[in-house]
């Protein structure tokens, strides 16, 4: 495999991007690892996100230059008892990260409003209501981004960062918010590409040593089909591009033309990285772990040959559950072992 080509962006801290891949420490980096999202669940103060993790076993298993992209929400600095502000388990994972010295990427927040407030961030959201719209701890998005980015941008453990997982301008329906019946009308693309040239650029001007990755599923969600994928990835404030894999070949999922083969051609015309920062096969009483492995592996070769900068597994859980159908992930899945042998 080749090396990434030498230019792109130093941003001055330890993950510097090239046009089609990361750097870490001056090093070529190819990263794998997992999504965990419930490692800031701490169920004496918040509210929680799943189960509670040992944090410490859990970045202990991981192998040098792993990476953990983790929620970092205002929900888990919220006490549940007296709605008070506490970042004592926001604060632990980045300790118990730097203790064991594993990279992470935090995630913001999510469109979905899972583990936050419950409600969708819909088109008007990322219009204005990022700035206006409080919610959990009496914040607003524009709140937390400058609050955390401003509380942990001193750790060198950070890899980057993720205002959004999984933006999209839809617009919910008299029927609701799912996205079997959302609605998008033209100018989705225009929101987006506004929304992150500003709160890029504000996360920058806090934070100009690190890159912002876009959180793109890279399908067909509104605001992002087709070339409008492109137009909202050349954000000057985006610097490393995304896509999410639930598909059951190793690179062609998603709609022609949002595909993953798509977006990577995209993402080398705009000379950005791109990442599969969630591949997720459901494994457990519907497939064996051993054999998910191996069709993690044959994703993770294959998408490298095409020319991704990266893949993260969906998702680590504490307490998996075997005799479901589910994208679980335990401490003992054969899939840590794939990490181990495919980050570079």
């Known amino acids: 495999m080749s090396a990434p080509s030498s230019s792109g962006h130093d941003f001055g801290g330890r993950v510097a991007t090239t046009d089609n891949g990361l750097l870490l420490d001056g090093h070529p980096w190819w990263p794998t690892g997992f999504n965990a999202y ?4 701490d169920w004496s103060v918040n509210r929680g996100c799943g189960a509670e993790v040992n944090l410490d076993d859990y970045f202990a298993r991981l192998p040098p230059h792993a990476l953990t992209r983790v929620n970092l929400y205002a929900m888990f600095v919220v006490d549940k008892k ?36 419950g409600k969708f961030k819909d088109r008007a959201w990322y219009g204005n209501a990022w700035q206006s719209r409080k919610s959990l701890g009496g914040m607003t998005f524009a709140d937390w981004l400058s609050t955390a980015v401003t509380r942990w941008k001193g750790r060198p453990v950070v890899a980057g960062w ?34 992150f040239d500003q709160a890029g650029e504000r996360l920058h001007s806090i934070d100009p040593h690190r890159p912002i ?29 995304d896509f999410h894999d639930y598909g059951g070949g190793p690179t062609d999922y998603g709609p022609a033309g949002s595909d993953l083969p798509t977006r990577i051609q995209q993402a080398h015309t705009l000379r950005k990285p ?45 307490d998996p559950r075997p005799s479901e159908c589910t994208y679980d992930i335990g401490p003992d899945d054969p899939a840590w072992k794939v990490v181990a042998d495919t980050v570079s």
């Open 274 to 318: 791109i990442m599969v920062n969630e591949i997720g096969i459901t494994a457990g009483s519907c497939l064996p772990v051993a054999t998910r492995a191996d069709q993690f592996r044959k994703k993770l070769a294959q998408q490298r040959s095409a020319g991704t900068a990266g893949g993260l597994f969906w998702a680590f859980v504490p």
């Open 213 to 241: 990755f876009s959180g793109f599923i890279g399908g067909d969600q509104c605001g992002l089909t087709g070339a409008d994928y492109e137009r909202v990835g050349a954000s000057p404030q985006i610097d490393v591009l």
């Open 82 to 117: 007296t709605g008070l502000v506490d970042y004592g388990p926001l604060d632990a994972v980045f300790d118990a990260a730097t203790r064991h010295r594993q990279m992470v990427l935090p995630v913001l927040t999510g469109s979905s409003g899972d583990c936050e407030d």
């Open 38 to 41: 419930q490692l800031g669940t």
């Open 162 to 195: 993720e205002l959004v997982g999984e933006p999209e301008a839809g617009v919910c329906s008299t029927q609701g918010c799912n996205w079997q019946v959302r609605q998008c009308p033209a100018g989705g693309a225009d929101v987006l590409r506004t929304f």
